[in-house]
C-alpha cells in the first residue's frame, strides 16, 4: 500500500497556508503550525483537512511536543517548509534593542534549526524526502534599517548549504528559497513602518521597493507554492543547495535613508 505523503508547514496564513493548501490539494496529510490563534481558527475553519496546531517554533519545547505529536500519529514526514518569520525591527542598529534583536534571530533562524533538527530523522525514512526553508532576497544584499532581518536569512543560507551536504548522503534535499517583497498584507505593514521611519509616504516607499526589481513588480504566494511544488516533487531530485531568488531578479536593497 502507498504511504501517505506528510508535508509541514511553518506559519498558518500567508505563503505558508498558501504552501500547505497545495499539498493538501495534492492528496497529502498536512500540519501546519503557528502561533496566532485566529489564524489558526481560520485555517481550520476553511481547510478542515489541514491539521492546524498551535506552536511557539521559537519554543524548543513547543516544536519538540509539536514532532512528538506527529510520530504519536504514525507520521511518514516526506517534507518540511521552514516559514516561520517576522519581520522585526526598523530602526538603524544602533537603535535596535536587545530585546528585539533576540526576538527577531530567534523566530527567523533558531526557529529553523528546532524545525529541522526534529524532522530530519522521521524525513530518512521517507522517500522523495526535502526540507525548503524560506529565506529571503534579503539574503543576497545588506537591507538598511532591517539589519536583524537580514542577518538571520544570510545565516539561513549558510544553514541550508550546511544541511544539503549532510542530508545528501540520504537522499535528502535542501534548498532555500529567497522571495522578493510578497503581494499581501504583510508587505504593506512593512511598507507603512519603512515610511514612518523614513519620512516618506506609503506609496513613495512601495514604489522604491518595486523599482529595485528588474521586473518591477511584486511577487505572489502562488509564485512560491509553484516552486516549493517543483522542488518537492520527482522533477527536483537533482535539485540541493541553491538558494533560489524569486524576486524578478532583485538588483539591490539600497535605500536612500535619510538618517
Not at 165 to 184: F, K, T, Y
Amino acid at each position: 500500500m502507498k504511504r501517505m505523503r506528510i508535508a509541514i508547514s511553518a506559519g498558518a496564513s500567508g505563503i505558508g497556508l498558501a504552501i500547505a493548501v497545495s499539498f493538501l490539494e495534492a492528496g497529502a496529510q498536512v500540519y501546519i503550525c503557528d502561533l496566532d490563534e485566529t489564524a489558526l481558527a481560520d485555517c481550520r475553519l476553511r481547510y478542515p483537512g489541514i491539521i492546524a496546531v498551535k506552536v511557539d517554533v521559537g519554543s524548543p519545547a513547543n516544536v519538540d511536543a509539536f514532532f512528538d505529536e506527529i510520530l504519536a500519529g504514525g507520521g511518514h514526514l516526506n517534507l518540511l517548509v521552514n516559514n516561520a518569520g517576522v519581520a522585526g525591527p526598523t530602526a538603524p542598529l544602533e537603535k535596535i534593542s536587545i530585546e528585539d534583536w533576540q526576538n527577531t534571530v530567534n523566530i527567523d533562524l533558531n526557529s529553523f534549526f528546532y524545525c529541522s533538527r526534529r524532522a530530519i530523522p522521521m524525513i530518512r525514512k521517507s522517500d522523495n524526502g526535502a526540507i525548503i526553508n524560506i529565506a529571503s532576497n534579503a539574503a543576497f544584499f545588506g537591507f538598511p534599517l532591517r539589519s536583524p532581518y537580514a542577518a538571520s536569512k544570510w545565516a539561513i543560507i549558510g544553514l541550508t548549504k550546511t544541511m544539503a551536504m549532510e542530508l545528501g548522503p540520504d537522499g535528502i534535499r535542501v534548498n532555500a528559497l529567497c522571495p522578493g517583497s510578497v503581494e499581501g498584507q504583510r508587505i504593506h505593514s512593512v511598507i507603512a513602518k519603512d515610511a514612518e521611519c523614513r519620512g516618506m509616504t506609503n506609496q513613495e516607499v512601495a514604489d522604491e521597493y518595486k523599482s529595485q526589481s528588474s521586473l518591477r513588480t511584486f511577487v505572489t504566494t502562488d509564485d512560491i507554492v509553484a516552486m516549493v511544488q517543483f522542488l518537492s516533487s520527482p522533477a527536483g531530485r537533482r535539485i540541493s543547495g541553491q538558494a533560489i531568488g524569486i524576486d524578478g531578479h532583485t538588483e539591490g536593497l539600497s535605500l536612500k535613508m535619510g538618517v
